[in-house]
């Protein structure tokens, strides 16, 4: 049985573009980034308080208080990394599975698209939300 010379997990380094090295490292920045927020999130959420008391009027009262701002940035960066994160990764897998040609051309416009969209309907609500 042979051992193999190079046993290290993950993708390698990519070595061909800036955009492949650039998205290469996001992921790993982002997933940093989005294990702590998550956390965060949960603890906030789902430990200090009751899953029962969170409903409209707390997200309300959170986005609305005197740290408003600062749950509004954190619940954006939250979704953005998050969205931006798993695109990023279903743009990889696209290209690991999918041939150039037409088909990959289609595929990327609907991930596009939809990343675009979602990030822009999301940054609407979070950052124009106003309590009724």
């Known amino acids: 049985m042979t051992e193999p010379s190079d046993?290290?997990?993950g993708r390698p380094i990519p070595t061909g573009s800036s955009f492949e090295l650039f998205?290469?490292?996001f992921m790993r920045v982002s997933g940093v980034l989005l294990l702590l927020l998550a956390l965060g999130h949960l603890a906030v959420?789902?430990?200090i308080?009751?899953?029962h008391t969170i409903d409209y009027d707390f997200v309300a009262e959170r986005w609305s208080g005197d740290?408003?701002?600062f749950w509004r940035s954190y619940d954006w960066l939250l979704l953005s990394l998050a969205l931006l994160h798993g695109s990023n990764g279903l743009r990889t897998i696209l290209d690991d599975f999918i041939r150039p040609g037409g088909w990959r051309t289609?595929?990327?416009s609907v991930l596009y698209s939809a990343t675009f969209i979602f990030l822009a309907v999301g940054s609407i609500i979070v950052f124009t939300?106003?309590?009724l």
């Open 7 to 9: 046993i290290r997990a």
């Open 23 to 25: 998205a290469w490292f």
């Open 45 to 47: 959420m789902h430990l």
């Open 106 to 108: 289609f595929w990327m």
């Open 49 to 51: 308080n009751s899953i």
């Open 67 to 69: 740290w408003g701002m």
């Open 129 to 131: 939300f106003s309590p």
